[in-house]
């Protein structure tokens, strides 16, 4: 389930009412998104995915401690509120919501927000926190989130014990949207039940419980108004108007073993001892586990010995008395598991199921659908869906998921400390190179070399020096015939030397030429050489600042990471204790949960096994004496009170 203020898109609370009013009442008004950071929060927040959620809270907090949206914090908030009760943090998001949700916000967005939240509180027990956020609803809503608004304040009275308000509210009910209108007349009819006024309740009663039912969930609604009403009028003394409501019931229905039970009173009642065999016969023969098959074990063989049918009566209490002994024995191998921390695993076990990881939250709204493989969980299907058990398990579910997170962030603690121990292994290594390379004057012997060859560069061009830019082999020939025509210069002056002579001048001439002709390329080449090379000159003396500055820096910033890297661990530490220790309570309290259903079993079959004995006892006392029949002991009047077990029927939760 998402959070309906946030299905639609995001929109900026800064958008007036006026403009509200353009859009759908019940969305918030189309905006612009201005932080960077709270854009890449709404990506998480629309991947609908519960590790998605997670890590956008996460990220959502620290962009608000870090000051990273100064644009969208009022929309962040929102979100963050939004998000907290998508993880189940209901206090988180109910604080958020108390300083958000002002008349800036449009009402129809206001609204759902409240009723929203109002679920929530309710679904958690926290009813003086549900009335207050449902008393908050300003106006009328859509027809369908009128009636969910209705019928949910008619269940938080009733169950504050507020029966004239809740009777006020569902008598005045406008909403005719299925299958709401029916919840409302069945709570209707139950809390007049509750407040003494039977008559008054049984048109709306029996009016759902004759209903056409379209849907599974209306034809559970509708056996649940019969056996209410069926059950109201046996503890009323008017057996004659609870049969008719409790042969409506189906046979194979969630509630057709109490309905059993009740025609068998019912019939008792009007002395049909033998009709009322009829449908207690049929609970013998469903599962013990029931607490209406187990009245039905001491039903039987009374209906026997009121028909003066002593001798079955006898057999049926003494098989009554010996089921009951087996199923105390195996609620204790039961109980005795669930104190070992078998219950709690197996459950959690059962709920991963399917995940690819152990890890993988569930989500706060996924409740528990398969029960766990094990024995005592035939004695717990009650427990394990009732509204207690369910939110103990998303917790406990949270609990482990959480632990299983500061795990991986406490691994990632020990990775930054390796981290910071081989950056500093490694800057004490490179420190002493980088020392003597930083005092080696290096830097400014380069820069020199590049001025000076800037400057013979200028030189060999004012000068036309061919040769100075000619090839190692040519500079050579050049040197030599340069030595050549000195050595000439001061020879005689004889024909064979004026022949040298001339043949010198040809050669020169014929190098010259090649040397000259090669001269303006080899001028520019050399030039744009140089260039380069004083481009890569400039970044070596970049780099070279920059490692004077690292040296100065680095140690400072590496101790200081060292430093939040230990304090987180340490908060890492103390938040993990403390998370074991809440595991073991929230274990400790699902055992309880169910422990106190199994000795509440147990205490009801201990309770029908002494009827049983003591009925039987009578029977053989009466025959050994041989004295006048005296009338068995009579089991006490229906124990299956109402739908949970109470005075009255309970009002159903509305249909999410």
Do not use: C
Not at 146 to 153: C, D
Not at 292 to 298: I, T
């Amino acid at each position: 389930m998402r959070a309906l203020l946030l299905l639609a898109a995001l929109a900026s609370l800064a958008l007036g009412p006026a403009q509200a009013r353009r859009h759908d009442p019940e969305k918030m008004p189309e905006g612009r998104i201005h932080d960077l950071h709270y854009g890449d929060v709404l990506f998480l927040y629309f991947q609908n995915d519960d590790l998605h959620d997670f890590e956008a809270l996460k990220r959502l907090l620290a962009y608000e401690q870090w000051g990273r949206l100064p644009h969208d914090k009022d929309d962040a908030e929102l979100l963050a509120g939004s998000l907290y009760l998508q993880l189940g943090m209901h206090n988180e998001a109910g604080e958020r919501f108390q300083r958000l949700l002002t008349n800036d916000v449009p009402t129809g967005v206001r609204n759902k927000a409240w009723l929203y939240l109002g679920q929530i509180w309710y679904t958690r027990g926290y009813l003086d926190k549900a009335d207050a956020a449902l008393r908050k609803i300003n106006g009328r809503m859509s027809p369908a989130l009128e009636a969910q608004k209705e019928l949910l304040f008619g269940n938080v009275l009733m169950h504050e014990g507020k029966m004239d308000e809740a009777i006020s509210l569902l008598s005045g009910w406008r909403g005719g949207v299925e299958p709401y209108s029916a919840y409302a007349r069945f709570n209707l009819g139950v809390a007049l039940v509750r407040s003494q006024r039977l008559s008054d309740a049984d048109p709306f009663l029996n009016g759902v419980g004759t209903m056409l039912a379209t849907t599974k969930e209306l034809a559970a609604l509708r056996d649940r108004a019969n056996l209410a009403l069926g059950f109201a009028y046996l503890q009323a003394e008017q057996p004659a108007r609870a049969r008719p409501a409790l042969e409506r019931v189906r046979l194979t229905g969630p509630y057709s073993n109490k309905a059993l039970l009740g025609i068998g009173w019912a019939d008792a009642a009007l002395g049909d001892f033998q009709g009322a065999l009829t449908p207690w016969m049929e609970l013998r023969n469903r599962n013990v586990l029931d607490a209406a098959v187990q009245e039905s074990y001491l039903a039987v063989p009374y209906a026997f010995s009121k028909l003066n049918a002593n001798a079955q009566s006898a057999d049926y209490y003494e098989s009554a008395v010996k089921s009951f002994d087996a199923e105390n024995g195996r609620l204790d191998a039961a109980i005795e598991r669930i104190h070992q921390g078998a219950m709690v695993k197996d459950v959690l076990a059962s709920d991963q199921q399917g995940d690819a990881s152990p890890l993988a939250p569930h989500g706060w709204f996924r409740d528990l659908k398969k029960l766990p493989d094990s024995p005592e969980s035939a004695y717990l299907y009650g427990v394990l869906a009732g509204y207690d058990f369910q939110e103990g398990v998303k917790n406990y579910r949270d609990l482990v998921y959480l632990n299983g997170t500061l795990e991986l962030w406490d691994d990632s603690m020990g990775a930054f400390q390796d981290m910071i121990e081989t950056r500093e292994k490694a800057y004490a290594e490179r420190l002493p190179r980088a020392d003597a390379l930083l005092a080696s004057g290096d830097l400014e012997a380069l820069q020199q070399r590049d001025v000076a060859l800037e400057n013979q560069l200028r030189s060999i061009e004012a000068q036309h020096d061919v040769a100075a830019v000619g090839t190692e082999a040519e500079r050579e020939q050049w040197a030599r015939i340069q030595r050549v025509e000195a050595g000439l210069a001061g020879a005689a002056d004889t024909p064979e030397n004026a022949e040298l002579r001339a043949r010198l001048a040809l050669v020169k001439g014929v190098l010259f030429f090649r040397l000259n002709d090669a001269y303006g390329a080899r001028l520019w080449q050399e030039h744009r050489g140089l260039k380069d090379l004083s481009v890569a000159l400039h970044e070596t003396q970049s780099r070279w600042i920059r490692v004077e500055r690292a040296r100065k820096n680095m140690p400072a910033n590496t101790g200081e990471f060292a430093a939040r890297v230990a304090s987180l661990k340490e908060r890492l530490d103390a938040l993990q204790t403390r998370l074991v220790a809440a595991e073991v309570q929230q274990r400790d309290y699902l055992a309880q949960v169910a422990v106190q259903e199994l000795e509440q079993q147990k205490d009801r079959l201990a309770a029908y096994q002494i009827q049983a004995r003591f009925a039987l006892g009578t029977m053989y006392d009466r025959a050994a004496s041989s004295a006048e029949a005296t009338r068995p002991a009579r089991p006490p009047a229906p124990q299956q009170k109402g739908a949970e077990g109470d005075e009255t029927p309970e009002a159903p939760e509305p249909p999410q």
